[in-house]
Each structure stands twice: as structure tokens, then as C-alpha cells.
């Protein structure tokens, strides 16, 4: 087997080729018998060849396009396919073809927009609108366009048990839910998303499998006893037969980019993807998106989320690192959220401290092979080389939101004072913003954790268990059932407090904030060297200075809940250009100048002001 026999374009699953005929592959490489069991519109069973690398083909005559199909293993174990791109009836039902040559794109004038230019909006279909579908989301667009939003990001869609599922529970990576509309309709939303000048992230996961409906193990070992993960078995990327698993995995990325015209990929939680191999499976992806990107009119990203702090997930090739276009910052979120509540409990315990938010603002990673002792080791690495484009900040996002017991999103923790400071600190900040539906607005309904499995002794497992996760909150009482359709119906958005009220001034905090990022130049450079951001003592007032060449920004941002008096050090002259507490956004009242001087002034609390300088050529 030679690493070019696997590295293919050979799709896997079910590709239809036109005019009736289709081609079926599927890994299977310790099965002795495979055949393709067709169950319309010609009922029939066909055999599969055993091609080089442990694949089974068949090319076969007389398929239609959304024919049913399963897998024959060994003549006897009937199953759906773990490539299947559509499960018509579920995730235990047969797999269904689908004929990518349907959908007539509208996007050929795309071009995509710039990694450093996005400005990300996160979403679950299934809450964002009360249809709960891709054509809901594509009814919402023109408001996230008008708010300023330059990329929706799209929490994972592959196929999962039942209609209620934040997506992480999927099963078939290469399938689209069909509650939400499946294949036509996901290319309707991103068609639609590429009109309205949007780039779209796709959330995939490729550290585990969701625990029902996943066959895999069937065809193959697709994992590893070697290591574990909060989830389930770990998948098998660097023992025996993985170089099967790798190209699962590989050309799953590739099909989203190429089937679906999918903009970036975020990957889930790497973590906890184990390859302890000489190559790593995600520098191997991302050498196999480049390559790929070089074939179509605008760029493909992938982007990590990662807890590790570890600038190797971003670093070049030549750096020794996998170079991946981008990763989470988690530090900042944690900075941030823990000076706002003053919540110290879990991970929290490691933050809450003014300086670790201004080092958060100036070096990405709060620690960076320092101590932390919720981890009781040390932790991270210097990203002081990695421009902050490489980096997607928030004040809050599905995890945060939804690992809480009772789902809590900011507007119900603090106060409005405070929700208008989070928003400034992500968006003045020099990374990839990234906004959780309905942040924009504060959004009270909460964001649960909820599920629609149809194995009760599933349902019942994960009830016990989310019990015992949050048993130290027994004095909240039991966490709500994640299989409650009351409970999924708690989470969707209430769109009509968008343009009302206190709701409304935040919205319009939001898109004048994404406005400034977008037309001021010091908020559009991307390198550290354009820079600065400390702790002025003893008043506490974190200062963000960014500038360009033709301008400069200053930020003073006061976290704390009492108001505070300093002089600030300056030189030249400095306007006002946003005060949070001002009355137009229904604040306490503004205390600071028009025209800053080297003067004693005076925040509110959880108030910042932003000053900006010409500097003349």
C-alpha cells in the first residue's frame, strides 16, 4: 500500500456518475465478502471488488438519484453506510444517493473574504429560527449582513439521532440532517450566505463518533483502546490500519469544500485527535486543503479549537508545526468571563485577575508555559510570533453557554453595563471575533444542553449522568432533561427583541462597534508590532492602544463595578469616538472630555471609552 493509494481523490460512499449509474466504495479492509444491497426502484444485491488499500467498489447500472442502499458484510450484518451522505429515515435506517450535480450554484462570482476580515457569527439551526431549518436561517440573513457579520459559523450538521441534537452526537460526517433540510438544503443556505457577500464555517468533528446509530466499528477499526476521550473511544489515526481512518477523515474535509462550497471548517475539540505518528493526521489535512484550495475561485481554512496553547496547531511546516489557518483562544474567553461574574469554580479558578485580560489583549495566551493550578501543571506556549489573525476570540459561545447547568448566557449573569463591555473588549480586540446567537441583542432564553435519542437506556445514561455532573449544584436542583422537547424549546431565539427596547440599543452597540473594527484603520492592522496593552495602576483601567499608519485607537476599559479616577499618559490629540456609558446606549452618563487630555478622568463602572488620533503623513 503506498501512501499515494490512499491519499486519492477516490470518494468514498455512494458518488453518482450521471445517466443511471453509480459508484459505490466503502473500507472494509479485514471483511472477506462486501456486496451493495439496492432497495429501489430494482431491488437487488450487487458484489463489490476488493481494490488496493482495504476498499470494496462497484459500479452499478440502473440507480437513481435518493435510491436507499445498504452495505452486506460478510453476507449477513446489514448496514448503512459510514460515508453515507443522507439517511432518509434516520441514523438506523438505509443510507440514500445523492447527486451533487442537481444543485445549480449561483455563487461563481464569489470570492471569499479575507481569514483577518471575518467577523463570526455561531448558530444551531435548530434554535435560531422558529422554523428550526436551513431556509429559517436563510430568512435571517440580511439582518446578520446589516449587524456586520462577514462569516456564519454553523455548529456541526451531520446526521445524529432524532431532531434535537447540538450536533456533536452526529454519526455519519459525510450526511446532512434531514430535520434541517438535508444536502439541498444546506447548499441552498450556503448559495444564499455567498449572495450576501457571507463566508460559512462548518463545525465538524472528527475526535469521536455520537454513541447511537455508529456502525463504523463494522467495517473497520476505526478505533482505539490506546487513548480516550470525554466522549467515547478515540478514533484510530496511528495504530494498525489507520491509514483508512486518515483518509475517512481527509476526504470528509475535502467533501465539504468541494460538494458544499464550504468557506472554513472548524474542528472540534483537537484536543483530543491522537496521533502520536511522525505526520500528523491535521498537517495532512491541511496540506490536502491547500492543494485543494488551489482548484476554486475563493480560499478554504481550517480553523481548531484547542485548549492546549500550543502555537504548534498554527505554526508552519517550517516551524514544526501542522498549519492550521487559525485556532480558539480560550484564555480570552476565560479572562473575560471570569472578571465579569467573578466566577471562580472549574477552569475559572485560573482567572479573574485584571493583568491576565490585558495579557490576554496583547499575547493571545494568558498562560504560555506557565503554572496553572486548576491543571496543577504548567500549560501553553508562547504565541508572541503568531499574528492575532490566527486567533478566534469571544465573550461567549455554544460551550460556554451550554455546559452551564441552566444554560445561562451573559444578559442574565451581568449586568447590561457589563454585556456592552464584553462586546467591546472582543471587538476592539485584534482577533477573530466571534458572536453567539443572540448575544447581539441579549438574548435571555437560555442555550441547554439537548438531545432526541431514540435509545432510552441512552436517554436514561445521560440523564444520570448530567446529574452527577453538576451534583455540587444541588441547591439548583436537577439539571433540566436534555430529552425534553420543553427543554430544546426553552433555547430557541425570541428574534422580535432584536429591534426593541434595551435589546435594541445593544444590537446597535454591536453593529456600531463591527463598524468601527471595519473602517478605522489601527482596528485593521494585524501584527503584534501595532500594538500595546497593560494595566494602569493603581486604578485597574486595562489600556488597548492599536494603531496603522494614518491612525491611531485607544481604548481604557474600567472592569471594575465602582467608578474609578486616573490620569492617563498621553501625547497628540485624541477625540472621542464611543463612551459605553453615554445615554445613547442607555448608559449612567458619560464623565470624559471630548478632547483627551493628560488630566484626571473618570469611568464608570464597567464602562471603556474609545479615542482615536490622526497621525498626520
Given at each position: ?94 443510507s440514500a444517493v445523492v447527486d451533487h450535480s442537481a ?190 484550495a488551489t482548484t476554486r475561485a475563493f480560499p478554504a ?109 451573559l444578559s442574565t449573569l451581568v449586568s447590561l453595563e ?200
Open positions: 500500500i503506498t501512501v499515494e493509494s490512499y491519499q486519492s481523490d477516490m470518494s468514498i460512499g455512494a458518488s453518482y456518475l450521471g445517466d443511471g449509474r453509480c459508484r459505490f466504495s466503502v473500507w472494509a479492509p479485514e471483511r472477506q465478502e462486501m456486496a451493495v444491497d439496492l432497495l429501489d426502484p430494482q431491488p437487488r444485491q450487487v458484489a463489490m471488488e476488493r481494490v488496493p488499500g482495504g476498499y470494496w467498489q462497484a459500479e452499478v447500472d440502473q440507480v437513481v438519484p435518493s435510491c436507499r442502499y445498504r452495505y452486506i458484510l460478510d453476507g449477513q450484518l446489514e448496514r448503512p453506510d459510514p460515508a453515507s451522505q443522507l439517511q432518509p429515515e434516520g441514523v438506523h435506517g438505509p444543485h445549480r450554484w449561483q455563487d461563481g462570482d464569489w470570492r471569499g473574504v479575507a481569514l483577518q476580515d471575518y467577523v463570526i457569527y455561531e448558530l444551531h439551526v435548530g434554535t435560531f429560527t422558529p422554523e428550526g431549518d436551513f431556509d429559517g436561517v436563510i430568512e435571517r440573513l440580511p439582518v446578520l449582513k446589516d449587524l456586520g457579520i462577514t462569516a456564519v459559523e454553523i455548529m456541526p450538521v451531520a446526521q445524529f439521532p432524532g431532531d434535537r441534537n447540538w450536533g456533536y452526537d452526529g454519526v455519519y460526517p459525510y450526511a446532512v440532517q434531514t430535520s434541517y433540510g438535508g444536502p439541498a438544503g444546506l447548499k441552498r443556505l450556503v448559495d444564499a450566505c455567498h449572495q450576501q457577500g457571507l463566508a460559512v464555517i462548518l463545525d465538524v468533528v472528527y475526535n469521536h463518533f455520537g454513541p447511537e446509530g455508529n456502525y463504523t466499528a463494522d467495517f473497520g477499526p476505526y478505533f482505539t483502546d490506546t487513548y480516550n476521550t470525554p466522549w467515547g473511544s478515540a478514533i484510530n489515526y496511528d495504530d494498525a490500519y489507520s491509514q483508512g481512518v486518515r483518509h475517512f477523515a481527509i476526504a470528509n474535509a475535502l467533501f465539504w469544500l468541494r460538494e458544499y462550497h464550504i468557506d472554513a471548517l472548524r474542528l472540534d475539540a483537537i484536543h483530543a485527535i491522537y496521533d502520536c505518528g511522525a505526520r500528523h493526521v491535521l498537517a495532512e489535512m491541511q496540506d490536502r486543503t491547500d492543494a485543494f481554512y481550517l480553523i481548531a479549537e484547542s485548549d492546549l496553547n500550543d502555537v504548534r496547531v498554527i505554526h508552519s511546516p517550517e516551524k514544526g508545526g501542522h498549519g492550521i489557518a487559525a485556532q480558539w483562544c480560550d484564555d480570552f474567553h476565560h479572562s473575560l468571563h471570569a472578571l465579569l461574574t467573578g466566577e471562580g469554580q472549574g477552569y475559572y479558578e485560573d482567572f479573574g485577575r485584571l493583568d491576565q485580560m490585558a495579557k490576554a489583549l496583547e499575547d493571545s495566551f494568558v498562560y504560555d508555559w506557565t503554572y496553572s493550578p486548576h491543571r496543577r501543571r504548567f500549560h501553553g506556549s508562547d504565541a508572541s510570533d503568531c499574528p492575532p489573525s490566527q486567533f478566534v476570540v469571544c465573550g461567549q459561545n455554544h460551550d460556554q453557554v451550554g455546559n452551564r447547568m441552566l444554560g445561562e448566557r457589563a454585556q456592552k463591555l464584553a462586546a467591546g473588549t472582543v471587538l476592539l480586540s485584534p482577533y477573530l471575533p466571534l458572536i453567539f446567537m443572540g448575544e447581539e441583542y441579549g438574548e435571555t432564553q437560555p442555550f441547554l444542553y439537548f438531545i432526541s435519542h431514540g435509545d432510552q437506556d441512552l436517554v436514561a445514561a445521560v440523564r444520570e449522568g448530567r446529574k452527577r455532573e453538576f451534583a455540587a449544584f444541588h441547591d439548583l436542583g436537577d439539571p433540566p432533561d436534555a430529552a425534553s422537547t420543553e427543554t430544546f424549546a426553552k433555547c430557541q431565539l425570541q428574534w422580535h427583541l432584536h429591534n426593541q427596547g434595551a435589546h435594541g440599543m445593544l444590537w446597535q452597540f454591536y453593529r456600531r462597534l463591527i463598524r468601527m473594527r471595519r473602517e478605522a484603520p489601527a482596528l485593521q492592522g494585524h501584527s503584534r508590532k501595532n500594538l500595546s496593552a497593560h494595566l494602569i495602576e493603581p486604578s485597574g483601567v486595562i489600556c488597548l492602544q492599536r494603531w496603522s499608519p494614518t491612525g491611531q485607537i485607544l481604548a481604557l476599559m474600567n472592569f471594575q463595578p465602582i467608578q474609578v479616577e486616573f490620569t492617563p499618559v498621553i501625547e497628540g490629540s485624541w477625540h472621542l469616538r464611543l463612551d459605553s456609558a453615554a445615554p445613547e446606549w442607555l448608559g449612567p452618563g458619560s464623565l470624559v472630555p471630548q478632547q483627551l487630555h493628560p488630566a484626571p478622568l473618570k469611568l464608570q463602572p464597567h464602562s471603556f471609552v474609545v479615542y482615536d488620533a490622526t497621525i498626520a503623513p
